[in-house]
């Protein structure tokens, strides 16, 4: 499989526990981005990450939510202390660099977190 | 007002239909997606375009960068186009990561 994988699918937890998201970007691609999106609305954008190096972050990305690319290949996003808010689809998405425009992104399947 | 806007919100068309999807935004961009997103969630890119038209099979993208505006148009549309479409732009001078979505556009293609 060469494409964008995220892992869980789903995540059911608990308002106040900590949860954690992976996601695997296609092999030679040295940035990856972290969106978010609630019912009816479009993405959002988090964080991305070019190699190991967590070049922005949003404002939505509070103090709660970490992101991390150590290696430079897969990602995870972390969420301590999760609230009812934080219910949404958290999206990955990975291209290749360089360019002004920006480049194509590949987008992963999604991980849909739901707090009780 | 958001930044990018899309229309119409929801579509429903026949089989076979010409459909139009219009994606309006309010700054400079250096470039403009064009995305599907099947319910489940996975998002498809089908378009990233700076200047002029883009064609990829039944699908057909244009983008107007004096006026601001682009356009998705599906031909002969068929029950597996439904779809929600998502523009999004990348700002000029902006984060090489940020794109700004618009909020999508449902359509549903009865046969």
């Known amino acids: 499989d060469t494409g964008v994988s995220q892992d869980p699918r789903h995540k059911i937890t608990k308002r106040g526990q900590n949860v954690t998201f992976r996601c695997d970007p296609i092999?030679?691609?040295?940035?990856l981005y972290w969106y978010r999106q609630t019912l009816g609305q479009g993405p959002e954008f988090l964080t991305y990450?070019?190699?190991?190096?967590?070049?922005?972050k949003s404002r939505l990305l509070s103090d709660r939510f970490s992101a991390e690319r150590p290696k430079g290949s897969f990602s995870t996003l972390e969420i301590q202390r999760t609230e009812q808010g934080d219910s949404a689809m958290y999206l990955c998405?990975?291209?290749?660099?360089?360019?002004?425009?920006?480049?194509?992104?590949?987008f992963g399947p999604g991980t849909r977190l739901t707090v009780l | 007002k958001n930044e990018v806007e899309q229309s119409p919100q929801n579509l429903t068309a026949q089989e076979g239909e010409f459909i139009t999807i219009n994606c309006s935004y309010s700054?400079?961009?250096?470039?403009l997606h064009w995305l599907q997103q099947h319910p489940g969630g996975g998002i498809v890119s089908l378009f990233m375009l700076s200047s002029g038209k883009k064609k990829h099979g039944r699908l057909i993208a244009t983008i107007n960068i004096q006026e601001k505006h682009s356009s998705l148009h599906i031909t002969a549309s068929h029950p597996r186009d439904s779809a929600v479409y998502i523009c999004a732009v990348r700002s000029k001078g902006g984060s090489q990561g940020n794109l700004i979505f618009g909020k999508g556009t449902k359509l549903s293609v009865k046969p």
């Open positions: 092999s030679e691609h040295n940035r």
């Open positions: 990450f070019q190699n190991e190096a967590q070049l922005e």
């Open positions: 998405a990975s291209s290749t660099g360089g360019g002004t425009g920006g480049n194509e992104q590949f």
């Open positions: 700054v400079g961009i250096s470039a």
